[in-house]
């Protein structure tokens, strides 16, 4: 890895009118992070010392995903879209005040990996002043090609619409990623011209400028999925596909068995701890945590953030969930608990040993270590207005199809008898009964019948 000093200009002024979309296309998401948020992780993880975003007009939500990903990062506005040039230029305070590398990425490229950036710098440490990230297309219509001399010294960039018959045979093709080491950056590209079919400032023009200064330049190769550009509603579609793969792979390479991985959907952020077993059609939203020897069954929903929470959901050692679980943002699942069929869990810390083994919601509380919750148990969190606590000790048995209404708390030890819709609390070691009273009417179901059936023949 480089000792330089690193600065990374992301290119995020595009709208993305293919997207059909009122969202900007760099905040659409794969993995459950905005494609932005992919490339400005990348850039940290980088180590850069800086990182300045470059966006169009009217885009403040994409500079507000910036600062909940970045919040050190430049944001600079390209007024006109005057091409990738022109909107590495608008960066051009914070280029001048900086001393180091520079690296061009892509706001709508989430899947380039780290190694290949830091082969790019390695290519800089052995003098190259600039430095392209290429691969070779399965089908090069459309891109930029890479032209190179004999011993692979990159000679230039020529865009598709300006390139000649034997230029478009050339399968070596530009990703747009560009490094450079360059004493005058920004007056390098404000070199560039716009005489090409578009009209517009190409940066890659950059390479040819470079080499009549006398600076080497050279390309890395990667492979095509790491610079898939998402232009359209098929190709994030796509990005996803290629990431949840990767994902998937090396969650299993770490210890984590997937009976049918195709059908598990990871997060950006899922942790897995070893020895843990995914049934099929599991689906982990971010903010998810998952701890050694855990057994998800089959068809659960996972998440720990969500549009209103970002509390995160952990699951301890040991522990059992599913099938057909779904648990939610704050919500803590203690070593070997059980939480099973249809069960959902909210906001909730469930203590070590306790189990919710059926058809049963646990909202906005916590539920001591060995409790047991009876099937068809409802946590009554909401009265309209503020979700409050329930509050359940070691060690309690409550009964199927009870209610706890909260605020309410159940001592140590207590049982709730099935049925019972618990408004008080309820004292340690003791028998709470909230029902009303049987009755029964003896021979009434005979007679009703006789009744209705000489009803039914008149």
């Given at each position: 890895m480089s000792d330089r000093p690193l600065l990374i200009v992301i290119l995020a002024a595009g709208k993305g009118t293919r997207m059909k979309s009122a969202q900007p296309k760099v905040l659409h998401a794969v993995a459950g992070r905005s494609m932005l948020g992919h490339v400005l992780a990348l850039s940290a993880d980088l180590g850069a010392e800086g990182i300045a975003v470059v966006v169009g007009p009217d885009m403040e939500d994409v500079g507000a995903e910036v600062r909940a990903w970045a919040p050190d990062a430049k944001i600079c506005e390209q007024r006109q879209q005057r091409g990738t040039a022109d909107a590495v230029l608008a960066a051009r305070e914070t280029i001048a005040a900086h001393s180091g590398d520079v690296l061009v990425l892509y706001a709508d490229t989430p899947l380039t990996r780290r190694a290949s950036l830091e082969a790019m710098r390695r290519q800089l440490d052995k003098g190259a002043g600039v430095c392209v990230l290429g691969f070779v297309a399965a089908d090069p219509t459309g891109y930029g090609r890479l032209l190179t001399d004999s011993d692979g010294a990159l000679l230039a960039i020529r865009e598709h619409k300006d390139a000649s018959q034997e230029e478009l045979g050339v399968r070596l093709c530009n990703s747009g990623v560009i490094g450079f080491r360059v004493g005058d950056l920004a007056g390098l590209l404000e070199r560039i011209g716009n005489e090409n079919a578009k009209g517009e400032f190409y940066l890659t023009d950059a390479v040819e400028i470079a080499r009549g200064d006398g600076l080497s330049t050279s390309v890395v190769t990667c492979e095509e999925d790491e610079v898939l550009g998402v232009n359209s509603r098929d190709q994030l579609a796509a990005a996803e596909a290629i990431w949840q793969q990767r994902a998937r792979a090396e969650a299993m390479a770490e210890g984590v068995t997937m009976v049918a991985p195709e059908t598990v959907w990871l997060a950006y952020d899922t942790a897995f701890g070893r020895d843990v077993v995914v049934e099929p059609n599991v689906f982990f939203g971010p903010g998810v945590t998952i701890e050694d020897d855990v057994h998800i069954r089959a068809n659960c929903y996972l998440e720990g953030i969500d549009g209103k929470s970002r509390a995160g959901l952990r699951i301890a050692?040991?522990?059992?969930?599913?099938?057909?679980?779904?648990?939610?943002?704050?919500?803590?699942?203690?070593?070997?608990?059980?939480?099973?069929?249809?069960?959902?869990?909210?906001?909730?810390?469930?203590?070590?040993?306790?189990?919710?083994?059926?058809?049963?919601?646990?909202?906005?509380?916590?539920?001591?270590?060995?409790?047991?919750?009876?099937?068809?148990?409802?946590?009554?969190?909401?009265?309209?207005?503020?979700?409050?606590?329930?509050?359940?000790?070691?060690?309690?048995?409550?009964?199927?199809?009870?209610?706890?209404?909260?605020?309410?708390?159940?001592?140590?030890?207590?049982?709730?008898?099935?049925g019972s819709t618990i408004t008080r609390d309820v004292a340690p070691d003791s028998l709470a009964i909230a029902r009303a009273a049987q009755t029964e009417k003896p021979q009434w179901a005979a007679h009703y019948r006789i009744k209705m059936a000489a009803q039914k023949k008149r």
């Amino acid at each position: 890895m480089s000792d330089r000093p690193l600065l990374i200009v992301i290119l995020a002024a595009g709208k993305g009118t293919r997207m059909k979309s009122a969202q900007p296309k760099v905040l659409h998401a794969v993995a459950g992070r905005s494609m932005l948020g992919h490339v400005l992780a990348l850039s940290a993880d980088l180590g850069a010392e800086g990182i300045a975003v470059v966006v169009g007009p009217d885009m403040e939500d994409v500079g507000a995903e910036v600062r909940a990903w970045a919040p050190d990062a430049k944001i600079c506005e390209q007024r006109q879209q005057r091409g990738t040039a022109d909107a590495v230029l608008a960066a051009r305070e914070t280029i001048a005040a900086h001393s180091g590398d520079v690296l061009v990425l892509y706001a709508d490229t989430p899947l380039t990996r780290r190694a290949s950036l830091e082969a790019m710098r390695r290519q800089l440490d052995k003098g190259a002043g600039v430095c392209v990230l290429g691969f070779v297309a399965a089908d090069p219509t459309g891109y930029g090609r890479l032209l190179t001399d004999s011993d692979g010294a990159l000679l230039a960039i020529r865009e598709h619409k300006d390139a000649s018959q034997e230029e478009l045979g050339v399968r070596l093709c530009n990703s747009g990623v560009i490094g450079f080491r360059v004493g005058d950056l920004a007056g390098l590209l404000e070199r560039i011209g716009n005489e090409n079919a578009k009209g517009e400032f190409y940066l890659t023009d950059a390479v040819e400028i470079a080499r009549g200064d006398g600076l080497s330049t050279s390309v890395v190769t990667c492979e095509e999925d790491e610079v898939l550009g998402v232009n359209s509603r098929d190709q994030l579609a796509a990005a996803e596909a290629i990431w949840q793969q990767r994902a998937r792979a090396e969650a299993m390479a770490e210890g984590v068995t997937m009976v049918a991985p195709e059908t598990v959907w990871l997060a950006y952020d899922t942790a897995f701890g070893r020895d843990v077993v995914v049934e099929p059609n599991v689906f982990f939203g971010p903010g998810v945590t998952i701890e050694d020897d855990v057994h998800i069954r089959a068809n659960c929903y996972l998440e720990g953030i969500d549009g209103k929470s970002r509390a995160g959901l952990r699951i301890a050692a040991g522990a059992k969930v599913g099938p057909f679980a779904r648990l939610r943002p704050g919500t803590a699942i203690g070593r070997d608990v059980h939480i099973g069929n249809f069960v959902e869990v909210k906001n909730a810390t469930m203590e070590d040993g306790s189990k919710a083994n059926h058809l049963s919601y646990v909202g906005d509380a916590r539920v001591g270590a060995g409790a047991n919750i009876g099937a068809g148990t409802i946590f009554c969190n909401y009265d309209g207005f503020n979700k409050n606590l329930c509050d359940v000790g070691a060690g309690v048995f409550i009964g199927s199809n009870s209610a706890l209404v909260a605020p309410v708390k159940i001592g140590e030890g207590a049982y709730v008898a099935a049925g019972s819709t618990i408004t008080r609390d309820v004292a340690p070691d003791s028998l709470a009964i909230a029902r009303a009273a049987q009755t029964e009417k003896p021979q009434w179901a005979a007679h009703y019948r006789i009744k209705m059936a000489a009803q039914k023949k008149r």
